[in-house]
C-alpha cells in the first residue's frame, strides 16, 4: 500500500512539474530569469542552513545567503570539482534528509573517478519531467512505439534468458503524459541483433547515445532496410557533425540531442529548429567560465552548473567537465529559454572486439558500474583486439574479491576469447593532452 502511495504521489508531481515546465516554455526571459532567481534563493539558504559543506565555505568567506540575490552572485562562491565533491563525502548531504529515502546514481563520467550522488522523491519528479519536457517539446506521444539504445542497466534482463532487451513496465504512468513505450536494447548487443530488434519494433522514435545510433545506422545502411523514426533523441555522448549526419542520412530524420549530467540531469535541449540548446533554465542555473571569470556570450567557456533541484545534496557552482559556448540569440521557435552552442565533451575512444563488435566509450564505461564504490579512478585500456589492462586505483571500501569480478565481468560482456589483466596502481595515468580518459583503445576500430 506505501508504495502504491509512493508511486501516486510521484506521479502527481510529475504530471505537475510537467505542466509548469512545459508552460514555462512560453515565459519571457525576464519572466524565467525571475523564477531562477527565486529557485536560486532558496537553494543557496537550504544549502547554508543544512549542508556542512556549504556552511564552512560560507562561513569562511564571510558571506550570507542573503548575499546572494542574483545569479551573478554566484561568483562570490568557488567553483567546486567532482573530486571535492567526492572528499567531502556525508558533509555534503542535507542534514534534514532521509538518505533511505533517497534514490543513488553513481557516475564515472570520462575521468574514471566515480561520485555518487542522491536525490530525494520530490527532486527526482523535476528532474524525470525536465526529461520528458524535452521530448513533449519535440512532439512524442503517447501511443509511440520507442526503441531505447542503452545501458544494461537500463535494461532489466529477464531470469533464465540471456536476451539483453526487455519492454518497460517503467512508466506505465509516464505514457498518459505522452512518453513512448519503450524497448531498451543494450549496447552490448550485437549489431546484427540490433538490427532485428529495430525490425521488428519499426519504432516511431529512437533514443540512445549517438554513437551506438550512428554504429546502428551504418548497419541499417549496408542491409539496405528503410526504418523511418519519426523521431531521434540522443544524450549523453557528444554528438558530432558526422555523426548527425550518417543518422540523419540513414533514418531520414536530424536527431535530437540533449545536454545533460547524472550529477545535474537534463541541462539544455534542441528544439526541431536545430538553432542551439535550448538551457533548461527554471531547473538548473549554467555558467560558462575560464580562468575563474565568466565569458561573453559567443566564447567557449567551461560549464559550471548549479542544480536547482538537489535538496537532498545541493551541487552549486559544479564543474561539469565539458567545455561550451553561450548565445545571445533567440531561437526562431520563439521559446523564451535561452541558447547555448556546440558542446565539446568527452574525448574517450571506441573499442573494437575479436566478434567485430564496436562498442562505444560510454558503454565500455558502464562495465565498470558494479565496482565504482570501491574505487577512487579507473582506465580501461585496450591493448590488442583481444586484450584489455584495466587499471584501479583503489578507494575506501576496496577489496580484492572485485579482482576476479572484473575479469569475469568483461568476459560476460566482451566474450570468453579476451584477455583481461586488471592492474592495481597508485595513480592514473594521464595522456599526451593532459587528460584524465578513461577508456583508450590501441587498436584501429573504423578499419
Ligand atoms: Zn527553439
Redesign the pocket.
Known amino acids: 500500500m506505501g508504495k502504491m502511495v509512493d508511486a501516486l504521489t510521484y506521479n502527481m508531481r510529475l504530471y505537475k512539474s510537467i505542466y509548469t515546465l512545459r508552460r514555462n516554455t512560453s515565459l519571457k526571459r525576464s519572466e524565467l530569469e525571475r523564477i531562477q532567481k527565486k529557485k536560486l534563493r532558496a537553494i543557496i539558504k537550504h544549502a547554508y542552513h543544512n549542508v556542512p559543506f556549504y556552511h564552512k565555505i560560507f562561513d569562511s568567506l564571510n558571506v550570507k545567503p542573503d548575499d546572494f540575490k542574483t545569479v551573478d552572485d554566484l561568483s562570490k562562491l568557488p567553483v567546486i570539482t567532482k573530486s571535492q565533491v567526492k572528499c567531502a563525502g556525508s558533509d555534503i548531504i542535507a542534514r534534514n534528509v532521509d538518505i533511505n529515502n533517497c534514490r543513488k546514481f553513481t557516475t564515472s563520467g570520462s575521468t574514471g573517478t566515480s561520485l555518487s550522488i542522491f536525490f530525494n522523491k520530490k527532486d527526482l519528479s523535476v528532474r524525470r519531467s525536465a526529461y520528458i519536457r524535452t521530448m513533449r517539446e519535440n512532439g512524442t506521444r503517447g501511443g509511440d512505439i520507442g526503441l531505447d539504445l542503452t545501458g544494461p542497466h537500463n535494461v532489466s534482463m529477464p531470469k533464465n534468458n540471456k536476451s539483453r532487451y526487455y519492454s518497460t513496465i517503467e512508466g506505465i504512468l509516464e505514457r498518459s503524459f505522452g512518453t513512448p513505450k519503450t524497448t531498451g536494447v543494450s549496447v552490448f548487443e550485437n549489431i546484427e541483433n540490433q538490427v532485428t530488434i529495430l525490425k521488428k519494433t519499426k519504432p516511431e522514435v529512437i533514443s540512445g547515445y549517438p554513437m551506438s545510433i550512428k554504429l546502428l545506422a551504418m548497419a541499417v545502411q549496408d542491409k539496405s532496410i528503410s526504418i523511418n523514426p519519426r523521431l531521434i533523441f540522443t544524450y549523453s555522448e557528444v554528438l558530432d557533425k558526422e555523426s548527425r549526419n550518417v543518422i540523419s542520412s540513414v533514418f531520414g530524420t536530424d536527431p535530437i540531442d540533449g545536454y545533460g549530467s547524472i550529477e545535474t540531469g537534463r541541462m539544455a535541449w534542441e ?1 526541431s ?1 536545430h ?1 542551439g540548446y ?1 538551457m533548461d533554465v527554471d531547473t538548473v542555473v549554467m555558467e560558462f567560465i575560464r580562468d575563474n571569470q565568466k565569458i561573453s556570450a559567443n566564447e567557449k567557456g567551461e560549464v559550471v552548473a548549479t542544480n536547482l533541484h538537489s535538496y537532498a545534496m545541493p551541487l552549486i557552482r559544479y564543474k561539469v567537465g565539458d567545455i561550451s559556448t553561450p548565445s545571445d540569440e533567440q ?3 520563439g ?1 523564451g529559454l535561452p541558447l547555448m552552442k556546440d558542446i565539446w565533451g568527452r574525448s574517450d575512444d571506441f573499442v573494437k572486439l575479436p566478434d567485430g563488435r564496436i562498442i562505444s566509450p560510454t558503454a565500455v564505461n558502464l562495465i565498470m558500474d558494479p565496482f565504482l564504490s570501491m574505487l577512487l579512478n579507473f582506465k580501461i585500456i585496450q591493448e590488442r583486439v583481444d586484450r584489455f589492462t584495466v587499471e584501479l586505483v583503489k578507494g575506501n571500501d576496496f577489496s580484492e574479491d572485485i579482482i576476479p569480478k572484473i575479469e569475469t565481468r568483461f568476459k560476460d560482456i566482451f566474450g570468453d576469447n579476451i584477455q583481461v589483466e586488471p592492474r592495481i596502481i597508485d595513480e592514473i595515468t594521464k595522456d599526451k593532452s593532459g587528460k584524465l580518459r578513461a577508456v583508450v583503445s590501441k587498436v584501429n576500430v573504423f578499419e
Open positions: 528544439c529548429e538553432a535550448h531561437c526562431p521557435c521559446r
